[in-house]
């Protein structure tokens, strides 16, 4: 049997989260009648009387989350070394939560945080959120969290990003100006606003540079590999093949480094390939991969020095704050034929 | 200022941490004048109530923690995520905690986690932990932990790994018979089993082919990028050079690679490089890497799969028991020159 938490006696009492929790945290904001009314029903319930909230009004749980779509990722693990340096300094820990880029166990983790284990939360969305009641849900009961990279436009809070818009533009204007006539886009969702960014630096590059846009060369790719594989492998073997990727992401770029290996499409000669990344090994693949490289450490440490300034005032909401960091563009072999 | 944890309970009054947690969770084992004494010196120095255990005794916290040296390795992330799936099928969440492979972090991980917010702990230690006291005291707490891949052999549980010693003969042995002559080893750490394993094998092959072991060949390297990149470097541009390494870990590899592209050491006509390695781009590299795949998916997995099945029957020691799964051989470019 699970456990009774603040949503599921919000839903029984017709009441939000927010004023159950506030009712069980005795505050001045709700009415004696209210007060009782929850009582009761969380004795009758078997609420167990939320020795974490509790734990943590006379003592801070002196933890903060990270919630994050992917470890396999270099971008997230350099932004969690950013914030734990951070973390650290302010005698926190931070534990690591990932929601393998699914909305259904985004969701499941942050109901698990609602009883108050941490006292905030740094995020990235997953790709298919587009739905952000959970998130909500979580702001309410007291927990703030700061949005980083995979941000919800829709939420008052602050957000860190990179310039993804002005990064997409200069991706696609260096293969323009590396010689490519036909560019295709790699896309990992649309739902993300990141990846809208980019893709309409994309487009404003090619419109800037009179190419004409064909939608068969944005190909919607997603979180499984294989459809993908097989998506980008139609495209490069196809009668309108293109000579230049920018991948949205990393792990799109690997995927395509795979495919040209396995039909013998030669990278840069035959495809010129960009992407945004922070790969380790960028410099190691054959050829090197040309990257826009963000700033991951730098964005993890200034989102978790934003959570810990409202932390330290006891404020739950952060008022909406857009904070970006500059990508760089390493230009390697994989646009560059004379870079090894 | 910290919080009063069992440990200093347990200094104060100068008896085991085991014997305050069964005192205070009002054991048979323990006398009625102890009880009351721990109860006293609890309130005296401002021990909160322990909401966390009192919470996990009546209802189980629901999460496991991993406890992990470093996030930049692709054998962890592996690890993590065949442990989740275990986690997922029995309703937990797994927390990660990075030590940055660190003993003094490991350490403070470990006493955060005494207050009991999770039911059990997966664990790979730190390259510097030689004592063990801050392990021993978790389980003492009543909280089991599982090794795998780093483990202490002086601690009583289960302990899953790869077969390292005949992996690491096999990889020496697979350099031999590429034509090496000279063959250096690259090691993390003495302090670490599975490295002196590794080690250990990598001698015995030696020995089987009568090759001389040449101490300025046992490459000591530690978590200190910099420093290995000059221990590297070194030893490839000496007199006594090398033409064949193996690298004990992943990392190791990487940074051999980055010595020789800046110094024009050609992979693997100059020299032949072997690494224990999980990294997704290993068919990708200039040249493709020759590795030890562990089966870290696997291993997370079973190390999961153990940890659960004695958190059902409620009991925090765990048996000794030896699990071993075993790595498997990957030839690619970097030991054979017709491999791309």
Redesign the interface.
Known sequence: M??VNLKDLAKALNISVSTVSKALRDSYEIGDETKKKVIAKAQSMGY?PN??A??LR??KS??IAMVLPE??N?YF?QA?SGA?AIAHEN?Y??????T?DDKEKES??LN?LLNG?VDGVLMSVSSNTSQYEHINELIQAGIPIVFFDRICHEIETAKITTNDFASGFLATEHLIQSGCKKIAYLSISEHLSIDHKRKQGYLEAMNKHDFTIDEQLIVQCSTDEKSNTQKIKKILTSKNKPDGIFASVERLA?TT??VC?RNNISIPNDLKVISFSN???A??????LTTITQPAFEIGKEAATILFKHLAKRKSIIPNENIVINSELSIRGSTNPTI?
Chains 1, 2 share one sequence.
């Not at 410099?283 to 090197?288: I, M």
């Open positions: 699970s456990k167990s020795p974490y509790g734990f006379n003592q002196k933890t470890l396999t270099n693990i969690i734990e005698g820990h931070i534990l690591i939560y990932a393998n499941g983790i698990h284990r690997l480094y795979q290996k790969l380790r090994t410099d190691l693949l054959n050829p090197s090894k």
